[in-house]
Nanobody, 128 residues
Framework: QVQLVESGGGLVQAGGSLRLSCAAS????????MGWFRQAPGKEREFVAA????????YIADSVKGRFTISREIAKDMMYLQMNSLKPEDTAVYYC??????WGAGTRVTRLSDYDYWGQGTQVTVSS
């Protein structure tokens, strides 16, 4: 089992920045792939970004590409989402996710079903 706890959410004005953190505990060596998803009110949860165990491979959703950066610190069992140039449409609950699959050719990382472990979420609100 892997436990995930998100932090760093809050209220920010449009154009501002936030850094979300995800702390992993438990069988963290199983968390080969980690990702961020978000869910806005009345909408389905959507993929934001994913990262491989080593951090070498990342995949960013087009909607946030160029503004958001995903990273991780294996030694600290931490993952981060740096969010810059925030827009009101980025307002959502952001979730951390992890899975034991290895990042390789054909690896799927954008679907909810690609992940076994989820955090409780952290609210991000961007005011206009």
């Amino acid at each position: 089992q892997v436990q995930l706890v998100e932090s760093g959410g809050g209220l920010v004005q449009a154009g501002g920045s936030l850094r979300l953190s995800c702390a992993a505990s438990g069988r963290t060596f199983s968390a080969y792939v980690m990702g961020w998803f978000r869910q806005a009110p009345g909408k389905e949860r959507e993929f934001v970004a994913a990262i491989s165990w080593s951090g070498t491979n990342t995949y960013i959703a087009d909607s946030v590409k160029g503004r958001f950066t995903i990273s991780r610190e294996i030694a600290k069992d931490m993952m981060y989402l740096q969010m810059n140039s925030l827009k009101p449409e980025d307002t959502a609950v952001y979730y951390c996710a992890a899975d034991s699959q290895r990042w390789g050719a054909g690896t799927r990382v954008t679907r909810l079903s690609d992940y076994d472990y989820w955090g409780q979420g952290t609210q991000v609100t961007v005011s206009s």
